[in-house]
């Protein structure tokens, strides 16, 4: 079955620096990623995600990056705000089925 | 609009006991997925409903875990003779379709077992 790996565990960056998360995946059927934040006591909640036939995406100071040959992926945030501090999720999965999710980060946004 | 819901938000039960968690999910979505998270760990799979039928339950871990979701909308997770390694935050999921992937998770139910 599907294996993500994500890193780092913990991230502390300054405000206004840039953040970067990255994971891998084991399943070349794989073909759709997206990435969760959580904060605490709350939901998952969807910031952004990508499909296999796309390498770059972006929204707004958030952006993620695919490579399918290597089995990368990544999340770029901008800019990063006091409020970027959560846990990030990255996840793998077929379109209709069950997401498997990385361990997550802990980002640190500090002032 | 409303996104998914879950009830209760917090559970705390006896060892032995059963309980019930309900998730209502965004109207008209016909997918919905029960996830499970530990403390410090990313959501786990559980099982995945295509409109009333179960399509993927694999990731339920024993015969006293089952759900429900007879109307096509709401679901019950339901655990029989509950132990302590069940405490976890239970969370639910709902997907518009086969056209969508995105999956809208609630807000979960903290189920504490002591």
């Known amino acids: 079955g599907e294996n993500v790996e994500q890193h780092p565990s913990t991230l502390s960056v300054q405000e206004g620096d840039s953040a970067v998360i990255k994971c891998t995946y084991s399943?070349?059927?794989?073909?759709?990623f997206p990435w969760y934040k959580q904060e605490l006591g709350k939901g998952p909640q969807l910031i952004i995600d990508i499909r296999s036939n796309v390498g770059e995406k972006k929204d707004q100071r958030i952006a993620v990056t695919l490579n399918k040959t290597a089995k990368h992926f990544s999340l770029h945030i901008t800019e990063t705000q006091p409020e970027d501090s959560a846990v990030y999720f990255c996840a793998a999965a077929n379109r209709d089925d069950k997401i498997i999710f990385g361990k997550g980060t802990r980002l640190h946004i500090l002032p | 609009g409303a996104g998914v819901s879950q009830t209760p938000s917090n559970k705390v039960t006896e060892k032995g006991k059963y309980v019930e968690l309900r998730c209502d999910p965004i109207?008209?979505?016909?997918?919905l997925y029960w996830y499970r998270q530990s403390l410090g760990q990313g959501p786990e799979f559980l099982i995945y409903f295509q409109g009333t039928g179960a399509a993927d339950d694999s990731g339920l871990p024993n015969d006293r875990f089952f759900a429900v979701r007879p109307e096509g909308s709401v679901s019950t997770l339901k655990i029989q003779r509950t132990e302590r390694g069940d405490s976890a935050v239970y969370l639910c999921?709902?997907?518009?379709?086969?056209?969508?992937?995105?999956?809208?998770f609630g807000p979960g139910t903290r189920l504490t077992v002591t």
């Open positions: 999921a709902s997907r518009a379709g086969p056209s969508r992937a995105e999956q809208y």
């Open positions: 399943d070349s059927a794989s073909n759709y």
């Open positions: 109207s008209g979505h016909t997918a």
